[in-house]
């Protein structure tokens, strides 16, 4: 089956510019996340659907940071206006009801903000 | 809070020797799941292994076996015959389950990470 699937995987832009990353998750998965990844460190989790649902948004800096996943399937985490400590690697993963819900990550995308 | 720690930034090994990577991990839900995953230099988070906090026997996924010491709470990776390709980055992961519910729920929570780097 197709993984995880996401674009752009790269994006430079200027601070104060809105952006835009987009997901496709695996066939099948319910559950989609958005996580930010630091230069050295472990991921972190932004948001979490259920389906059409965002059920943990606790983590989303709500100021700058918007997300929607409208037909439970696609996803689009947005960031207006971008800062400098914005750039950072945005991760999408999905994962489906089996007992373990392993989640599987997208190649992500590198964001760097000038 | 569930809580990862890694305590290795960076491990050595040769070509085909078996290593074993550090995770201990801290929870209060009375049930939860512990990830391992690798990440290469290209970026993608790939799963490796799972252990259930209920599975009674280690976890194994070809050269890949968990070191589940539950009441230690450690979740070590053991990787045998290491291979040039195994050098990345590893991520020990943690996540409550559905009967936990509240925060802890669905999302992972990593470690910082050991950079294992295999020589031939």
């Known amino acids: 089956e197709a993984g995880v699937v996401q674009s752009p995987r790269y994006k430079i832009i200027e601070k104060k510019q809105p952006v835009a990353f987009w997901c496709n998750p695996i066939s099948g998965h319910n559950t989609l996340y958005w996580y930010r990844q630091n230069l050295g460190q472990g991921p972190e989790l932004l948001i979490r659907?259920?389906?059409?649902?965002?059920?943990?948004d606790s983590q989303l800096p709500k100021d700058r940071f918007s997300a929607e996943r409208l037909k439970g399937v696609d996803s689009t985490l947005k960031i207006q206006p971008a800062e400098l400590g914005d750039s950072a690697v945005y991760l999408c993963?999905?994962?489906?009801?089996?007992?373990?819900?392993?989640?599987?990550f997208g190649p992500g995308t590198r964001l760097t903000v000038l | 809070a569930q809580k990862i720690t890694q305590t290795q930034p960076g491990m050595f090994v040769q070509e085909k020797e078996a290593v074993t990577l550090d995770c201990t991990y801290d929870t209060s839900d009375p049930s939860y799941g512990l990830f391992w995953y690798k990440q290469p230099s290209s970026g993608e988070m790939i799963f490796l292994i799972y252990q259930g906090s209920y599975d009674q026997q280690n976890a194994t996924e070809g050269r890949y076996s968990l070191n589940f010491q539950k009441a230690r709470k450690s979740a070590n990776l053991v990787i045998s015959a290491s291979q040039l390709g195994d050098s990345a980055m590893y991520f020990c992961a943690m996540r409550g389950t559905h009967n936990a519910g509240g925060t802890s729920y669905g999302k992972l929570t990593f470690g910082q990470g050991t950079i294992l780097t295999v020589h031939p």
């Open positions: 993963a999905s994962s489906r009801y089996d007992g373990t819900d392993t989640q599987y």
């Open positions: 659907y259920e389906n059409e649902e965002a059920v943990d």
